[in-house]
């Protein structure tokens, strides 16, 4: 199983929207809804911030948000801020009943 | 309000075998789904595998397949990750978190627990 592709950074200024892909195939994101995302910050245990494509744990911002097209799921951060610099993961479930992680990307706030 | 807490670092030899363990609180641990990730320095989280509540089944990446079980000692609310045939690739942070179904999402982690091969 091969990991989803995510680009290795995007970057912003305060305030701007910016989003993150995360390609796959029809047997992980394509095939399932059980598409989520984790923030991790640096020396911590990441968190998860959406999770079955679309939704938001309670507590976590409603700047966070996901969507997802074929077989390419989506994270967009709007109205970004110095805060959410961190690395973000995706995650899918897979046809194998295995969960597989994305390449990883390093948000920066300009 | 579930809460992971994992066993401390371990530094081990290649070739030998490391058990990390994964204590559970909060009532309703009994009915979530285990898995197990891991982390190389500076590089992207790993899925492992996962550990059924339900029937005691696990499954496993596939380039896990053979070299790593996972066990629960029900009655202390702990479950125990081993990996065996120890190389310096599996240098890494060992994260365990929780899901309510085998599907994810992973709702709650551990602290992670640094494991370190050396020869």
């Known amino acids: 199983q091969s990991a989803l592709t995510q680009p290795a950074s995007v970057s912003g200024s305060p305030g701007q929207s910016i989003t993150i892909s995360c390609t796959g195939t029809n047997s992980d994101v394509g095939g399932y809804n059980s598409v989520s995302w984790y923030q991790q910050l640096p020396g911590k245990a990441p968190r998860v911030i959406i999770y079955?494509?679309?939704n938001r744990p309670s507590g976590v911002s409603s700047r966070f948000s996901g969507s997802k097209s074929d077989n390419t799921a989506s994270l967009t951060i709007s109205r970004l801020q110095i805060e959410d610099e961190a690395d973000y993961y995706c995650?899918?479930?897979?046809?194998?009943?295995?969960?597989?992680f994305g390449t990883g990307t390093k948000v920066t706030v300009l | 309000q579930t809460q992971l807490v994992q066993s401390g670092a371990e530094v081990q030899k290649t070739g030998s075998s490391v058990k990390v363990s994964c204590t559970a609180s909060?009532?309703?641990?009994?009915?979530?789904?285990l898995h197990w990730v891991r982390q190389a320095p500076g590089q992207a989280l790993e899925w492992m595998g996962w550990f059924s509540p339900f029937n005691g089944n696990s499954n496993f990446a596939q380039s896990f397949q053979g070299r790593v079980t996972i066990t629960r000692d029900r009655s202390m609310n702990t479950t125990y990750m081993e990996l065996k045939s120890l190389r310096s690739e599996d240098t890494a942070m060992y994260y365990c978190?929780?899901?309510?179904?085998?599907?994810?999402?992973?709702?709650?982690w551990g602290q992670g627990t640094l494991v370190t091969v050396s020869s």
């Open positions: 909060g009532s309703n641990f009994t009915y979530h789904y």
């Open positions: 978190a929780s899901s309510i179904v085998a599907a994810g999402p992973f709702d709650f």
């Open positions: 995650a899918s479930y897979t046809k194998r009943s295995t969960s597989v």
């Open positions: 079955e494509v679309n």
